[in-house]
């Protein structure tokens, strides 16, 4: 274990979920699982069943106390059939409780668990080539790269072995255990592959006349504060990126703030030593020769969404983009997903940023069998403009710091507005319950975030919007537009805006 | 320092749909020291509002003496929030159990009250009922079974059950896989079929899952164990049985092991203890799988002793063995014996003849303490039966009372005396479908 050495005497005291976090590690829980899952759990204390087990990946759900949730890892998104199918059947055993959610982190998170289904499931992960260790809480999270990776026509690097090195990197013995917080890190491989929403993103750039990675670092969303990830001047070299992340986790598990969790990510430390400091120190950490560089890069619009047919660069074969309602999956439409993506693919599917999913490496004269399937009825590959680009946080059936049921209230909204109103081209539009900005709105060209509003003499749900993120070449948050609207208004109030801003057109009523 | 960090006042809580209320009630959270008793007051007094955002952030932080005080306040009120107590009862512990355990344990009854104060409202009763599950103190499981099996509203007995999922390992486990069992024939679907996946989690499910197959079930709980079933797959089992002189493996075996191959969608062999060679490992196994290894065996004799160790440590060299007792040692089958010599007693002109079981010689102090036990489990009387000629003839002209030969398949003994024991017990319906059942179940 590599917990930071603190000494008494020099440190002020730890927080309540420092002193839990420092022994035992969550880790250690694995030798007992079996034997846990025997005796019912009961010997668990609370920091164990609410804290420590998120080392493990599963996540005590205080709104619905005795059902967990299970947060995996996929590097790059990338998930076979098989491993579908084996997660499909721990949800389906969940009956009405069981529902798996696409993250924006190109991961997966089952939720209705039982205590008794961890031991099997945890043993069932390992043998299917999957694992959820440390995918929650002061851990480095779901390392996402380019969905495409591999196939797509326009990528510069294909981020798949690299997000795989990085993560055997950090999982491996050397790797953080106790981080002062969450940690994001994301590889980018293709002109689309925006990612300053990381503490750490590496993205293709040139330095003389090769090709390699300019590092940037600190990019998070938060209640206090939102910040796009700053350039580093770094340059690396793809095969220094595993050892160059942990060097910076090492780093940051050592230097990080311990004492005030809402100042404990990456860029509150960049901020106490300063950039040129810090990098200086990352250097000195990292022991390797490394480049400077000015921070220019090959990434130059927003993300593509993926959906529909598209051609591979492999001839002859097309990945199919299916949307995903809100991410959200039950255990029939995940066997169906597995079941098409063997039938016509070759078995393995990608999970993308946007909550949506693409079956790969589907030769051309099978795709229009594919598209007669009736799955795709309701996964379209050609939802509408509005439904496209819609992503949605988990919301207040599952999260008690959400003020709406954010899921719920986005479909809603979005198919009345498609009753309405016809959309050109889509509206990325983010949704999230609570100023925790899970949903990510200030990435989106609309925001929704939720809030509570008086309406008619009455407390009501209602959401905050706002508006003006860019992922494209000149990033941008998006800002503040309107402070607080009843989710009964909604509908309201984004039609004006999409016609007005969007270039949205009113559909003709029916009959006329 | 922390200490002089100003604590927050209910007073001071920006209103429900101010833009600065989350946050302050995030810095609420984070506060090292939080005194509940003003915030207690307050919701009391009605000058706060339960509002479930408040109660995120307090129930964090409440000890337990101060969520009970918080629930009764709960219950006192006349339209009570259903979403309260999962937010406040959040941890284990015995004070709250107990609160829990107070309130559902009169049972449904205490729906009907005429008293307002100590009715129990419907909503109430599902709010509270996974939560006593959750807690997972043994003193529930009665509790919670009353509302299972009572005849009230859906909702109820599915929050009843949902108790039982939140505590599963915690019942006691015979009880639990007859509710469940029970539950999985119920005729409202939305009952039956968590009922499945919950026996689908208990150790050995297959145990509990394959009588379900002889069940009349609603087709949507059909396909359901179907699905739980593939998802235990069955070990390959290796039935290890006496044979015939030479290796020869009797019909009524062979036929067995065909059926039962068929049921558990997995290999199963035959090995004769007479036979010089054991079947191909290949044939059996699949890397990294366990072997389930079944003795067919009827008594313990020197077969079980001295053979079966050595027949287990071959095929250990192959695989992880799982190794169960010998057939005659198995309780189900000790009393599917006694139904089979109960009802050869009703059947002979001799009804008050002790029936008799007639069993090849055994020697030790092992085998006569197994055959006490098989007398007083089955009521009849175990009788040493020397296969020689001259004995089974002796007994042909001699047996009088009703007899069961201890044997599975034909062997001298039945053959000589088919008139007076009838057909070797794998011959025998009854028998034959219990064991069939049993080795189904096995893992």
């Known amino acids: 274990m590599t917990s930071p050495t603190i000494s008494a005497a020099s440190q002020p005291e730890l927080s309540k979920i420092e002193q839990a976090k420092v022994e035992p590690c969550g880790l250690e829980l694995v030798p007992r699982l079996e034997e846990l899952g025997r005796q019912g759990w009961e010997s668990l204390d609370e920091a164990t069943l609410t804290i420590r087990l998120k080392w493990l990946g599963i996540f005590f759900r205080p709104v619905t106390p005795g059902r967990f949730m299970v947060r995996l890892r996929l590097p790059n998104g990338v998930i076979s059939a098989e491993q579908l199918e084996l997660l499909a059947e721990v949800i389906d055993r969940c009956g009405d409780q069981g529902s798996a959610d696409i993250t924006t982190r190109q991961n997966l998170q089952l939720r209705g668990l039982l205590l008794e289904d961890m031991a099997p499931l945890l043993q069932a992960l390992e043998v299917g080539g999957l694992t959820s260790r440390q995918s929650g809480h002061d851990n480095p999270r779901n390392i996402t790269g380019n969905p495409l990776a591999g196939i797509d026509p326009e990528e510069i690097f294909d981020t798949r072995p690299l997000v795989e090195a990085i993560q055997a990197r950090l999982l491996g013995p050397a790797g953080p255990r106790n981080l002062p917080r969450k940690f994001n890190v994301a590889v980018g491989g293709a002109p689309d592959s925006f990612l300053l929403h990381n503490d750490l993103a590496f993205l293709p750039a040139e330095h003389n006349g090769q090709l390699g990675f300019t590092v940037l670092v600190g990019g998070f969303f938060s209640a206090q504060r939102n910040e796009l990830a700053i350039p580093l001047g770094l340059w690396l070299r793809p095969e220094q990126l595993a050892d160059f992340t942990l060097a910076l986790l090492c780093h940051f598990e050592r230097h990080g703030n311990r004492q005030q969790r809402n100042k404990s990510r990456l860029m509150y430390l960049i901020d106490q030593l300063g950039i040129d400091a810090y990098r200086a120190e990352l250097v000195e950490a990292f022991a390797e020769p490394v480049l400077p560089h000015d921070g220019s890069h090959l990434v130059n619009r927003a993300p593509r969404s993926g959906l529909g047919v598209h051609a591979q660069k492999q001839q002859g074969l097309h990945w199919l983009g299916l949307h995903v309602p809100m991410g959200r999956l039950d255990a029939a439409s995940m066997l169906e997903l597995a079941g098409l993506a063997r039938t016509y693919g070759s078995g393995e599917l990608r999970l993308t940023e946007a909550q949506n999913a693409l079956i790969v490496d589907v030769p051309g004269d099978r795709l229009e069998a594919l598209l007669a399937e009736p799955l795709l009825q309701r996964f379209r590959p050609d939802p509408s403009t509005l439904q496209a680009e819609a992503v949605s946080c988990t919301g207040s059936a599952y999260c008690s710091f959400a003020l709406i049921p954010t899921k719920g209230a986005a479909q809603q909204v979005l198919e009345e507005l498609e009753r309405r109103i016809e959309l050109p081209e889509a509206v990325r539009m983010h949704w999230t319950g609570c100023p925790n900005a899970c949903g990510q709105p200030y990435m989106g060209q609309i925001g929704l975030m939720g809030a509570k509003a008086r309406k008619d003499g009455q407390m009501v749900e209602a959401a905050k919007i706002f508006l003006g993120g860019s992922m494209g070449a000149e990033p941008k948050l998006a800002e503040l537009h309107e402070k607080g609207v009843p989710l009964s208004d909604l509908a309201d109030v984004l039609e004006l805006l999409l016609l007005e801003q969007f270039g949205a057109r009113r559909r003709e009523p029916v009959g006329s | ?443």
Not at chain 2, 85 to 111: F, I, N, T, Y
Not at chain 2, 133 to 143: D, E, F, I, M
Not at chain 2, 210 to 218: A, E, K, S
Not at chain 2, 379 to 396: I, M, N, Q, R, W
């Open chain 2, 1 to 443: 320092m922390r200490s002089a960090l100003p604590q927050r006042e209910p007073a001071q809580l920006p209103s429900s749909g101010s833009p600065q209320r989350w946050g302050w009630l995030q810095q609420l959270r984070s506060q090292p020291e939080l005194d509940p008793e003003p915030w207690l007051l307050a919701l009391e007094n009605g000058s706060l509002s339960a509002d479930q955002d408040l109660l995120a952030v307090l129930a964090e932080r409440l000890d337990p003496p101060a969520q009970r005080r918080l629930l009764r306040w709960w219950r006192q009120q006349p339209d009570p929030d259903p979403g309260l107590p999962s937010q406040v009862l959040r941890h284990r512990d015995g004070a709250s159990a107990a609160w829990l355990l107070e309130q559902l344990a009169p049972g449904p009854a205490a729906l009907g009250l005429a008293l307002p104060l100590s009715a129990l409202p419907q909503a109430v009763a599902t709010a509270l009922l996974p939560l006593l599950g959750h807690q997972r103190q043994l003193p529930a499981w009665p509790v919670l079974l009353g509302w299972l099996q009572a005849p009230i509203p859906t909702p109820l007995r599915l929050a009843a059950l949902e108790g039982v999922a939140r505590g599963l390992s915690v019942w006691p486990r015979p009880q639990l896989v007859a509710a469940l069992t029970a539950l999985a024939g119920d005729l409202d679907p939305q009952l039956a079929a968590p009922a499945v996946d919950l026996l689908a989690r208990l150790p050995g499910a297959r145990r509990a899952l394959v009588p379900l197959q002889r069940c009349r079930l609603d087709p949507r709980v059909v396909e359901r164990l179907g699905r739980r079933l593939a998802a235990t797959p069955a070990q390959p089992l290796l039935l290890v049985v006496h044979g015939r002189a030479g290796g020869q493996l009797p019909d009524e075996l062979v036929a067995l092991a065909a059926e039962l191959e068929c049921g558990r969608g997995a290999p199963v062999r035959l090995q004769a203890l007479s036979a010089a060679v054991p079947p191909a490992a290949t044939e059996l196994l699949q890397p990294g799988q366990v072997l389930g290894l079944v003795p067919l065996l009827l008594l313990p004799g020197g077969h079980v002793r001295h053979d079966l160790p050595a027949i287990v440590r071959h095929w250990s060299a192959f695989a992880r063995v799982q190794h169960w007792p010998f057939l005659g040692a198995w309780p189900q089958w000790q009393g599917a014996l006694a139904n089979e010599l109960a009802g050869l007693s009703l059947q002979n002109c001799q009804p008050a003849a002790r029936p008799l079981l007639l069993h090849h010689p055994l020697e030790g102090p092992l085998a006569a303490r197994y055959l006490t036990t098989l007398e007083r489990r089955t009521g009849a009387h175990c009788v040493a039966t020397p296969y020689s000629a001259d004995h089974l003839a002796e007994l042909k002209l001699t047996l009088v009372a009703p007899a069961l030969p201890l044997a599975l398949a034909a062997n001298r003994l039945t053959d000589q005396l088919a008139e007076q024991v009838g057909p070797p017990l794998l011959q025998r319906s009854a028998l034959r479908q219990l064991l069939l059942a049993e080795l189904e179940a096995l893992p």
